[in-house]
């Protein structure tokens, strides 16, 4: 299975698909499948990914393994997860497949009950993901080229789940040197204009926090 991030107007978001099949028929799900005989696991899943959703994720990362003896009602199944961000702007996603009746991205706060144990999944992935997002690579792939900082501030609390002073929050992303004003302004929720900036080319990773 595979845990897949974006961000949408400051809002993270995950990728689900609804199942055609049974168990579980309607419900539902993290895109992912079973293993061939011939296949590593990472290729697997950028297989299962492509199939189900036609995305390709460049920094799929693996996660943990899910084993309980009864997570699947049909048999006794090994679930070992991945997890990987994408701007969703630069892709197309498929809707309906072989296996698969619908797929969206739904905010990480309003998820629909799941398949399997992939609540248990998610909330894994999301762990993973709080430890990622104090790099920089990774927020340059969640962003899209311009952000402005309420934005990139209110990713951080959904993800964290914490809040951060306003003051403080820009003063720490300016003194990384990480990110640059392009000069340009956009409203961000309705506010007056604010800021936009972009990530610098060539800048190593740096803890934000």
């Known amino acids: 299975m595979a845990a897949v ?8 978001k995950i990728l ?7 168990p579980f028929y309607g419900m539902w799900s993290l895109p992912g499948g079973a293993l061939y005989n011939d296949e590593d696991l990472e290729d697997g899943m950028r297989r299962e990914l492509l199939e189900k959703t036609g995305l390709v994720i460049p920094n799929l990362k693996q996660c943990s393994v899910f084993g309980k003896v009864h997570r699947s009602p049909c048999m006794r199944m090994i679930g070992i997860s991945y997890f990987g961000v994408i701007d969703r702007f630069k892709v197309e996603l498929l809707t309906s497949t072989l296996k698969t009746s619908n797929a969206g991205w739904f905010a990480i706060n309003q998820i629909p009950p799941l398949a399997y144990d992939h609540e248990e999944i998610i909330q894994d992935a999301l762990e993973k993901l709080k430890e990622s997002i104090v790099e ?3 927020l340059e792939i969640l962003f899209p080229k311009e952000f402005t900082l309420p934005e990139i501030q209110k990713v951080y609390e959904s993800i964290l ?20 004003d392009t000069g340009e302004t956009a409203k961000f929720e309705g506010k007056k204009p604010a800021k936009l900036y972009r990530f610098r080319k060539g800048k190593k990773q740096k803890r934000i926090f």
């Not at 991030?5 to 400051?10: A, I, L, N, S």
């Not at 689900?16 to 049974?22: A, M, S, T």
């Not at 306003?166 to 640059?180: G, Q």
Request: aromatic share 8%.
């Open 16 to 22: 689900l698909v609804e199942r055609k099949n049974e």
């Open 161 to 180: 789940g914490t809040n951060y002073d306003r003051r403080n929050f820009r003063k720490r992303m300016l003194s990384l040197n990480l990110i640059e």
């Open 136 to 138: 920089s690579d990774i």
């Open 5 to 12: 991030f974006t961000v949408d107007h400051g809002i993270t």
